[in-house]
């Protein structure tokens, strides 16, 4: 009878022991996979994150290029007006020199003409 429960605790023993480590190896095992299964989760919001900020990142270099374009025609827009009005005031002031100078004329020819009258 000593020797069956002597045989008898060490069983209960091992079985313990394997029973204890198994599950603390599946604990663990669970564990990981939470920890795994998080980190997945947390790369696949990264790389959505990154593929969305990708997107915006496009989006606002179009936008940029089209306000670039836009703002390269109105300073296209701005030097042509700029030439057209520059010239516009040399032929104003051309105008009104030769104006001037008709006036000038003019009155020469009335003198002239005042001049001969009275001979």
Do not use: C, G, Y
């Not at 394997?18 to 599950?23: H, M, P």
């Not at 604990?27 to 919001?45: I, S």
């Not at 994150?49 to 936008?63: E, G, I, P, Q, S």
């Amino acid at each position: 009878m000593k020797t069956r429960n002597i045989v008898f605790s060490i069983l209960t023993l091992v079985f313990t022991l394997v029973a204890s480590q198994t599950f603390a190896q599946s604990t663990e095992t669970r564990q990981e996979k939470k920890l795994e299964r998080q980190k997945a989760k947390e790369d696949k919001n990264r790389l959505d994150d990154a593929v969305d900020l990708r997107k915006d990142t496009n989006a606002d270099a179009r936008v940029a290029k089209a306000n670039a374009k836009e703002a390269k025609r109105i300073k296209k827009d701005a030097d042509r007006a700029a030439r057209q009005s520059k010239r516009a005031a040399k032929m104003e002031a051309k105008a009104q020199k030769n104006r001037s100078d008709a006036d000038k004329q003019a009155r020469k020819a009335a003198k002239a003409t005042e001049k001969s009258n009275n001979n």
